[in-house]
Structures are given as C-alpha cells and as structure tokens.
C-alpha cells in the first residue's frame, strides 16, 4: 500500500483543516487507517483510526469532538478533518495502515506539516 498525505498548512487559531491520505496499490476493505502525529520534541502520538470496512472510529481524548475522520470508498482516501485547531494541534501528521489482524501499522505516507497560530 502506497500512502500519500496532503492538505496541511498554516492556520490561526480556531481555524480548520482538512487532511487527505490517498491510498493505492491495495484495495482497503482489510485495512484499518489511521492518523498519527508528532510535535517537535515528542513522540509519534495516534490522532484517530477507522477500519475500512465497517467504518468505526476511534479519537484521542485531545482531538474528540474536534476532529473527523472518514472515508470516500471510490477515491480509496482517508480524510481528517480539523476543526476549532488548537496551537496544540502544531504537529506532523502521518496517515498509516494496517491489516485488520496485525497490531503494527507497516504503511505510512509522508508527513504534512500542521501549524497552527495563537
């Protein structure tokens, strides 16, 4: 599976932001896709997750009910949308994948930069 993130940039806060990760080279029905982030100075944190086949979620406290994840089946992406961003948010944001059945994410796209200004 070949991933590729886009959509970050530079936002005040409040503002919103919508990240896409386009997937190919594998259909994704056994896949579950996630979001992931890491701040300056700190480790790789996950953001949120959906399995693909089935569509349930998953968010971080720090982002629930701020953040959507979803999916457009016939473009094979996964989005994130970020609403009311926080300074907090300032991270860089990786989509990733994994087989429903492994714990370990063993696809990721490259990371797109998300700032966000007080």
């Known amino acids: 599976v070949q991933l590729q993130a886009s959509g970050g940039g530079l936002v005040q806060a409040g503002g919103s932001l919508r990240l896409s990760c386009s997937a190919s080279?594998?259909?994704?029905?056994?896949?579950?896709m996630g979001w992931f982030r890491q701040a300056p100075g700190k480790e790789r944190d996950i953001v949120a997750t959906?399995?693909?086949?089935?569509?349930?979620?998953y968010y971080a406290d720090s982002v629930k009910g701020r953040f959507t994840i979803s999916r457009d089946n016939a473009k094979n992406t996964v989005y994130l949308q970020m609403n009311s961003l926080k300074p907090e948010d300032t991270a860089i944001y990786y989509c990733?994948?994994?087989?429903?059945?492994?714990?370990?994410?063993?696809?990721w796209g490259q990371g797109t930069q998300v700032t966000v200004s007080s």
């Open positions: 990733a994948a994994r087989q429903l059945w492994l714990f370990e994410y063993d696809y």
């Open positions: 080279g594998r259909t994704l029905g056994s896949y579950v």
């Open positions: 959906l399995t693909w086949s089935g569509g349930s979620t």
